[in-house]
């Protein structure tokens, strides 16, 4: 059934475990997640980006997630856009069947040059007015998140923002959290916490510590009933990366965000856990490893099927660990 972010993000926070956000692109990806809520019965947040829904068309993606729906009708679903650039973006989301919309009014309409606050909460105030006119939730950006901003973190050579911003760019900051909030309305923030988009985010392993734990447990101490978002929340895992190395891959060894701290931020108020690029792991990895094995094979089905099930068991996993199963 569907659900708009409000409703399944307070049920959350009331019982405090968090959900991920999986981006999709394509069936593939849809029926992997829903599988694996259904196994695990989780509630579900699938979320297109801009490019998702250029790539996928506007009509083929509502009526995906239309049949999504009606095939696994116990599951809780939450439709919504990720990082939207624009009223209009927005709308045409809700005009799609979108339950939420993410107004990123964190970067200019172009999504690379870093906006003023006042245009961030002109437009993501208008946006509130539109959707929540129409039922529909709305997250808000407030800070910088790196990649992003710099285009670094997207690019996949291997360089990542470290470098390019400081810590203090990439924290926002607690006291214009509260007056964004007041100002806008909206039902979720995504703040910067020291995350960045993509799968090269630490150059290093990670020994604990990569969140600023200080600022996620202040915002949500002083923003109680507005429900925090993570982005740039993959953990990049190392077995997905191995695999994708021997069956043909050039991955650069990196490090995404430990589950540890993942939990940390679920702890600490964050209900919204954004993660894209460990699916585009894991689909990657199966089908490089089948067609490594089987070179003479051409049936599509034969390759999607273990990129399936790769990218169930990332999903399952995640479900568990950020405590939404058995929520649904
Ligand atoms: O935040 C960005 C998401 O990972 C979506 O990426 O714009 O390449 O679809 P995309
Ligand atoms: P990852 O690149 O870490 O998966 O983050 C995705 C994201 O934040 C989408 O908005
Ligand atoms: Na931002
Ligand atoms: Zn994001």
């Known amino acids: 059934a569907r659900i708009s972010l409000r409703q399944l993000l307070d049920h959350a926070a009331e019982h405090s475990y968090g959900v991920p956000g999986f981006n999709i692109n394509n069936m593939e990806q849809g029926i992997a997640i829903m599988e694996a809520a259904r196994k695990t019965a989780s509630p579900v947040i699938l979320q297109a980006s801009r490019g998702a829904r250029a790539y996928a068309n506007d009509l083929m993606l509502k009526r995906m997630i239309n049949a999504l729906a009606e095939i696994y009708p116990e599951i809780p679903l939450c439709m919504h856009q990720d990082h939207g650039n624009s009223l209009g973006t927005c709308a045409s989301a809700i005009q799609h069947g979108f339950t939420s919309v993410m107004m990123d009014g964190s970067l200019m309409a172009d999504a690379k040059t870093p906006a003023d606050y006042e245009y961030n909460v002109d437009v993501t105030k208008k946006v509130v007015e539109m959707a929540h006119a129409c039922g529909v939730s709305v997250e808000g950006e407030l800070g ?52 960045s988009h993509g799968a090269y985010k630490f150059s290093r392993k ?25 982005h740039g929340s993959s953990s990049v895992p190392q077995d997905l990366q191995d695999l994708i190395n021997e069956y043909g891959g050039e991955i650069p060894q990196t490090w995404g965000v430990p589950i540890e701290e993942l939990q940390r931020g679920i702890r600490s108020g964050v209900r919204k856990i954004n993660i894209d690029t460990d699916l585009r792991l894991a689909i990657t990895a199966g089908i490089r490893k089948t067609m490594a094995e089987n070179p003479a094979g051409f049936d599509p089905r034969g ?18 660990q950020f405590g939404t199963a058995g929520n649904a």
Not at 207 to 219: K, N, P, R, Y
Not at 303 to 320: G, I
């Open 144 to 195: 910088v998140l790196g990649s992003l901003e710099t285009g670094m973190g997207e690019a996949e050579d291997g360089h990542g923002a470290e470098g390019v911003l400081s810590h203090d760019q990439l924290l926002t900051d607690p006291d214009q959290a509260v007056d964004f909030v007041a100002k806008t309305g909206v039902d979720a923030l995504a703040i910067a916490m020291g995350t």
């Open 206 to 230: 990670p020994d604990g510590g990569v969140l600023a734990m200080g600022v996620i447990e202040e915002i949500h101490k002083r923003l109680p009933n507005t429900h925090l978002v993570m």
């Open 303 to 320: 390759y999607f099927k273990p990129a399936y099930a790769l990218m169930q068991k990332v999903c399952e996993e995640r479900f568990e």
